[in-house]
């Protein structure tokens, strides 16, 4: 008693909230990309969102948005050639836009803005973990948020689609191959998540050579049948338990809107039956506002040209106010 060395509320209280403090700015990084995957349309999930009113919606809960400009800079960055290396598709279109979305991310982390990228399709979250983690260092925290766990190697790909992969080449699972590295991609990607500092919630569509690499590196995951086991309160607890006990580290976030149930986002490329209701998806994004731990979120797969009308307003909806949870508009 007395001397004990372990933190007071107090000061965990005053710790928590650095993040916070700091990141009264957000940082936006809007990133009008497709080439992870096949179908075109995700590369407009950005606009919709800024014609949605995100950014204003942002301002309005009191912070300041920075906006990183040139969005329409992807496009142009297709390379006109770019054949398969590996069984991997569009590799040079990949490897160069995600260079980029690291280089934006970065600038926002440095500067103690909260990184929010908009996509676009998930294979962006190489540049965005590239970016963060080169400022947060070893202490990063990924919360990947997701029907599928985005975790095969160029080995292990079956589609060869690197949306499925962003994971593997940040955990440095595999060593470049020799085609890989003669083609010059993705050398700038150095191992920079720790595979204890990375949990999922959502899991329910993970491919064979997925599940061997989760269970050989011991990957904590909570899938939906975890969530329908415990409850999301319990779920998000144990996530956060195993990632960031003492709720002292930053968190990076990274939301697939297809962790959500096709009935409550349905306009997103691959739609997985059974997922997380509306208020599952928004409980988990109010538990990391509460934490204060949010440094990077990303908020991805929104393909507004997939289904009628509506499907595209419910989405585009539904990721914006999973964006606005996640900043703390929710918490009273
Ligand atoms: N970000 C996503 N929606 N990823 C879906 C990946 C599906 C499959 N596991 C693949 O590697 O092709
Ligand atoms: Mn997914
Ligand atoms: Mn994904």
Redesign the pocket.
């Known amino acids: 008693m007395g001397n004990s060395t372990a933190p007071t509320d107090a000061q965990l209280m005053a710790e928590r909230s650095k993040f916070l403090k700091n990141g009264t700015t957000v940082g936006v990084t809007c990133v009008p990309f497709s080439g992870g995957q096949p179908k075109g349309g995700v590369d407009d999930g950005p606009v919709e969102m800024i014609r949605f009113g995100i950014l204003d919606q942002i301002q309005g809960m009191g912070y300041a948005v920075e906006l990183s400009d040139n969005m329409e800079k992807y496009r142009s960055m297709r390379p006109a050639n770019d054949p398969p290396v590996d069984n991997l598709k569009n590799p040079r279109y990949v490897d160069i836009a995600t260079r980029r979305v690291a280089e934006q991310v970065q600038a926002h982390c440095k500067e103690g803005r909260i990184a929010l990228t908009l996509g676009g399709?998930?294979s962006i979250?190489m540049g965005t973990l590239v970016g963060s983690s080169s400022v947060y260092g070893d202490d990063l925290c990924v919360i990947?948020i997701?029907?599928?766990a985005?975790i095969n190697t160029p080995s292990t790909t079956e589609s060869g689609n690197l949306?499925?992969c962003?994971l593997s080449f940040v955990l440095g699972l595999s060593e470049p191959s020799e085609a890989l590295s003669n083609a010059g991609l993705f050398d700038w990607i150095k191992p920079c998540v720790r595979k204890d500092r990375l949990v999922y919630i959502g899991l329910r569509d993970v491919d064979t050579g997925e599940k061997e690499i989760l269970r050989k590196h011991g990957i904590k995951a909570f899938s939906m049948h975890d969530v329908d086991k415990h409850g999301i309160g319990k779920v998000v607890e144990m996530a956060l338990d195993h990632v960031n006990k003492d709720r002292l580290l930053p968190v990076h976030m990274?939301f697939?809107v297809?962790?959500l149930d096709p009935t409550v986002a349905p306009a997103t490329g691959?739609p997985v039956r059974g997922g997380l209701t509306f208020r599952e998806g928004h409980y988990i994004c109010e538990a990391i506002a509460e934490s204060g731990c949010l440094v990077a979120l990303d908020l991805?797969?929104v393909n507004p040209t997939l289904g009628d009308p509506e499907s595209l307003r419910q989405t585009v909806a539904v990721g914006c106010s999973l964006v606005r949870c996640s900043l703390g508009e929710s918490l009273l």
Do not use: K, L
């Open positions: 399709d998930h979250a990947w997701d029907a599928h985005d949306h499925g962003p990274s697939d297809d962790a691959t991805v797969e």
